[in-house]
């Protein structure tokens, strides 16, 4: 069984950056894709950002521009780093790695509050 382990959230004001980490077990032989996700309060969680083993990442609109998903695949680690936080990006940020196979595992999550 793999780890998944997320970390760097925080509180920071409105327009400020956070460098979110995703460390996981996984040999990149192994994996397909790393995916963040956030959870708002009272929401569903949302898929945010998608970097594949090829190094190619997309983003969902919302924070297109803002957010940049990079990662070391030699060192198992996947960042996103956050810009121009607004209030709106509030939530608890999830990482995710898909296998291979199509198996799932999930980290616990690491929680952001970007205040106005």
């Known amino acids: 069984q793999g780890q998944v382990v997320e970390s760097g959230g925080g509180t920071v004001q409105a327009g400020g950056s956070l460098k979110l980490t995703c460390v996981h077990s996984?040999?990149?032989?192994?994996?397909?894709?790393v995916h963040w996700y956030r959870q708002a309060p009272g929401k569903q969680r949302e898929w945010i950002a998608r970097?594949?083993?090829?190094?190619?990442?997309s983003y969902t609109d919302s924070v297109m521009g803002r957010f940049t998903i990079f990662g070391d695949a030699a060192k198992n680690v996947v960042h996103l780093q956050m810009n121009n936080l607004k209030p709106e990006d509030t939530g608890v940020y999830y990482c995710?790695?898909?296998?291979?196979?199509?198996?799932?595992?999930w980290g616990q999550g690491t929680p952001v509050t970007v205040s106005s």
């Open positions: 995710k790695i898909e296998q291979s196979g199509g198996q799932a595992s």
């Open positions: 996984w040999d990149i032989f192994d994996l397909d894709s």
């Open positions: 970097r594949g083993t090829d190094g190619s990442a």
